[in-house]
């Protein structure tokens, strides 16, 4: 079976089924998540908005370091030990404003506390490289900048 195709988006509307553990981690908010059948590991499948006639096209987007091609697919996994930062706000509420619009989008978004205010996390990924894929793409799409954390660092 090959692997899904890698979808450029202006939106970046991103079919996720999505929904992981709550994590025990304390200054993490994650409540309100489920855990599926399959433990929560998760494809990430990135779609392009449909074009006059309603077809989706296929774009290339560059290679990774890794090595890995570039549709190869992301996957979300609860025990992972990696995480990508997206924001640190110190405004808490306008912080958990955001993590609930990432979570209604279908991202396992997450507050986690720090010196310098909330920081606003997606994921966990088992692979660096995967964390790195996903960051680049999300980064891209919504103009912001991410950062790459390692679970133990939270």
């Known amino acids: 079976m ?3 195709k890698i979808l450029n988006s202006s939106i970046f509307s991103v079919c996720l089924a999505l929904a992981c553990s709550g ?3 304390e200054g993490i908010d994650r409540e309100d998540e489920l855990v599926t059948e399959d433990n929560g590991r998760f494809e990430l499948v990135v779609l392009a ?3 006059e006639s309603g077809d989706l096209t296929p774009v290339d987007l560059p290679a990774d370091l890794s090595g890995e091609p570039a549709n ?7 025990d992972g030990q990696f995480t990508v930062q997206v924001g640190v706000y110190r405004e808490v509420k306008h912080a958990e404003r955001i993590v609930h619009d990432l979570k209604s989008e279908g991202y396992p978004a997450y507050g986690s506390k720090s010196p310098e205010g909330l920081r606003v996390r997606i994921g966990y ?3 660096l490289a995967d964390a790195e894929r996903f ?3 999300f980064a891209a799409d919504r103009g912001v900048e991410y950062w790459i954390d390692k679970r133990a660092e939270e």
């Open 2 to 4: 090959k692997p899904p």
């Open 23 to 25: 994590c025990a981690d």
């Open 49 to 51: 908005p449909a074009n």
């Open 72 to 78: 190869a697919a992301v996957f979300f996994d609860p």
């Open 125 to 127: 990924f088992t692979k």
């Open 135 to 137: 960051g680049r793409i």
